[in-house]
């Protein structure tokens, strides 16, 4: 079955700390990636996505990730994290097969910045 | 950006009772829209896809009796609990994909925090 491991549960940082958080997933076949971002009180929203291409995604708000097809991984970095990047991060993949084409979640990472 | 509402933002009902949920679309049409569940410190669980026009698609495990999914039109959707009981306090999220991004892009309501008594 098709799952998604994040590999860090909580995280907490200083701010202009690096960040990196880890997402391993298991399918063989062709898959598109996600990271979601969850600010405290507010809605998922997409931080950054991979389809095709370029294996290293840039996504919003100094965000990037890279793709390792050899890895099953799509690691979340940002060289330099800030007090409002504090929020949950969820890794999601969508796994082409056939018509089944439903978003697998990672359990999330809770991630906090101190100031 | 698209923009997903959901109503109610929280809802307190007693055992017994039905809630009914609603997702929208408010700036673009969406034939299908994914209902999830979230419970505490985990992660997203797929309940279901509504589409427009015909039933809804439940994942395995989850009963279609008890979550009624109506897509009504092609802007809404609405999720009824069933005789609710506290094991379906939760918090329930909606989604749709973005008209031409697939069904890889979804974007997200801000999720209804149900608590039954």
């Known amino acids: 079955a098709q799952s998604v491991s994040q590999h860090n549960h909580h995280v907490i940082l200083s701010e202009a700390a690096s960040l990196e958080l880890g997402c391993n997933y298991s399918?063989?076949?062709?898959?598109?990636l996600f990271w979601y971002v969850q600010y405290p009180g507010q809605h998922l929203q997409l931080l950054l996505k991979?389809?095709?291409?370029d294996p290293l995604v840039k996504g919003i708000k100094g965000f990037e990730a890279e793709f390792i097809k050899s890895k099953f991984s799509f690691n979340l970095r940002k060289p330099s994290v800030q007090w409002s990047d504090t929020a949950e991060y969820f890794c999601?993949?969508?796994?082409?097969?056939?018509?089944?084409?439903?978003?697998?979640w990672g359990l999330g990472t809770s991630l906090a910045v101190n100031p | 950006g698209a923009v997903v509402s959901q109503h109610p933002s929280w809802v307190i009902c007693k055992s017994g009772t039905s809630v009914k949920i609603e997702c929208r679309s408010l700036?673009?049409?969406?034939?299908?829209m994914f209902w999830y569940r979230q419970f505490p410190k985990q992660s997203l669980m797929l309940m279901a896809t509504?589409?427009?026009?015909?039933?809804?698609?439940?994942e395995q495990g989850v009963e279609k009796d008890k979550f009624l999914i109506n897509h009504a039109s092609l802007t809404l959707s609405t999720l009824t609990v069933t005789s609710a009981h506290p094991e379906d306090s939760s918090f329930y999220i909606c989604?749709?994909?973005?008209?031409?991004?697939?069904?890889?892009?979804?974007?997200f309501g801000p999720g209804t925090r149900l608590t039954v008594l």
């Open positions: 509504s589409n427009e026009g015909s039933k809804a698609t439940y």
């Open positions: 999601a993949v969508n796994a082409r097969s056939g018509n089944n084409r439903k978003l697998i």
């Open positions: 700036d673009f049409q969406a034939t299908t």
């Open positions: 989604s749709a994909p973005f008209p031409g991004r697939g069904h890889d892009e979804q974007f």
């Open positions: 399918y063989g076949g062709t898959v598109n």
């Open positions: 991979y389809f095709s291409g």
